[in-house]
């Protein structure tokens, strides 16, 4: 169990959305976190001309589900954003964090941006607008411990804000379930079944060669409930082609959708068309029992149309 902390959120401007600067007891530390359309006023405060680490947070495409990062650092952070205001068009908002004693030199935040840089690869929650991987700095022993400390804080607090690219994804359920179909014929007519629509493309890099499916709006009821996830494949297949049983699920992104992983790769099933039409389309998850599915004819069988 983590430890439990409380931070502090000052909002100058008394607009909720707006600037917030963020403290904690005992911490040298302050966070600020501004809309990009406030950068104006935030460039004119006192903290901007400290040494800090930010963080730019936008989505480069309106279809993309994880948000594209960048994590910069500099003597004077206002300068540094000053010239992303200007050359980067991505990103709404930005977190920076800076000393409150003048601790954070130069070296500091450098190991910061490599830190944070390698966190954001290796947990795979975004997508880095970073060109180049910046290489660790030497620090002493104790400088090294310090900005550990220093790095940790900000973990804690960008969740808080709305920042969990940082966060290694924790499974929200997690079934573990085994192929249906290996022993006794299933029988249970409750929803434990996820029937997802999949392109061409994503279906076989992603369902057949990952062993996983994201990025699904699962309703908030059925994620204790889904043990297994069955592939609608669109047009010109229009129908299930193939299950597997469900290992654990994932957030995925900002935007509330979540990752599927596959306890056991994909197995054929069917094919189990849309309707009496040569060519159907489901746009949407849907849910049935594994035990109706097996029987369908048609999937307009579970989904309840003619």
Known sequence: MA????IRIFVPDGDPEGVRLIDRMNWTGLGLVFRRSDWS????RSEMQRTGIYVLVGYRNEDDDLPTLYIGQADGVKGRIDSHHKDKDFW???AVFVSTSGGLNRAHVTWLEYALVKRGVETGRSLLDNGNAPQE???????????QGFMKEILQILPLVGLRAFEFPKAVAAPFATDPLSSAQPTSRKRDTIIVPAQK?????TFLGQHCWYAIRISGGM?????????YRTQP????THYAPVSRIEPYGEGGKYKVVFSESAKPIGPIPYGNAPQGAMQSPRYTSFASLQKAQKLTDVLGKS
């Open 137 to 147: 700095p030497s620090l002493t022993e104790a400088e090294k411990a310090d900005t």
């Open 201 to 205: 493309d994503g279906f076989e890099e």
């Open 237 to 240: 297949v229009s129908a299930i």
């Open 3 to 6: 430890d439990p902390f409380t």
């Open 41 to 44: 006023e935030v460039r004119q």
């Open 92 to 94: 709404d908002w930005a």
């Open 223 to 231: 994620l204790d409930k889904i043990k297994y996830i069955a592939a």
